[in-house]
């Protein structure tokens, strides 16, 4: 196991100066970042001390491998735009947006499993037909028409939500979260849905799936032969065994929520780093778009090897494998 982890540490770096690597070469190209800082009556001195003290006339060998030392020390430099460390402001961001994701997670959970476990089980057949119909339309459906969608319905119409904001936030050292207050509540559920429900759908369909496989198998045969209960099959077996692939499905969507949840943030003005991002993009701030895709592919990194390890750890086929 041990092996494993540092064999996974050593790729993880490897991947990192990589996307540190295309982050950095492709915003050189984005455009000037002084057009944005400097008002259009700045004169050419003004213009190139700027640059000059931004440090964007050295090479792109230069200013790579001082990107890459800095990231290391935790310095992501300074916002152009927003004349802050670059660090702060995600830090600021990054609560909101771990909290829609982990809210996401929940609802997706909460409903996906016991859809898939119902849809697998039922023998209501229309039913069932007209579940997987839906699901169909879950994972087609684009995440910003379910979210204005969300916000016609239960903000316009029935005025039940909040359709932008984060509501009333209580600050615990610093961290933020809206999750002790009646307000955050309201404004998280239909961004949290929004998010959710390509998840809910997918891992309904994955639950559904993997269960007719696994009752079909021989040792749940043997299980019916020696009178198990089937609720006891159903649940303790077959369901059990069902839930590997949803354990790595689940932990790489993870990844895939906090780096897309871009749009269900700039839907609903939920204040995380995705709208951060996007502010980011229009103002050509390159120093916040860099910080943000290596935090990002960090977060992705990180996930996917926790994933496999708790993978290795959970089916011992994968131990035996290596043997």
Known sequence: MLAFIIQRLIQACGLMLSVALI??????FVGDPVD????????????????????LN????????????NIA???????????????????????ATLELVFVAVIISLAVGLPAGVWVSLSRNKWLTSLVQTISLVGVSLPSFIAGIALIIIFSVWLGWLPSHGRGEVMDLGWWSTGLFSKSGWASIILPALSLALFMITMIMRLVRSEMKEVLRTDYIKFAKARGIRQRSINYGHAL????????????????????????????FQWPGMGLLFIQAVNYVDIPVISAYLVFISLIFICINT??????????????????
């Open 23 to 28: 982050a950095f070469v492709m915003f050189q």
């Open 58 to 69: 050295d090479s792109v060998i230069t200013q790579y491998a001082r990107f890459v030392g």
């Open 306 to 323: 926790l994933v496999d390890i708790l993978y290795r750890v959970i089916d011992p086929r994968m131990k035996s494998s290596n043997h």
């Open 240 to 267: 059990r065994n069902s839930l590997l692939p949803v354990i790595t499905i689940v932990g790489l969507q993870i990844g895939g929520l906090i780096a897309f949840a871009v749009v269900t943030e700039t839907v």
């Open 73 to 95: 020390q935790g310095d992501f430099g300074i916002s152009y735009y927003n004349k802050m460390e670059v660090l702060n402001l995600i830090t600021e961001r990054l609560p």
């Open 36 to 55: 944005n800082m400097l008002p259009e009556s700045a004169t050419p001195l003004e213009r190139e001390e700027l640059r000059e003290k931004l440090g």
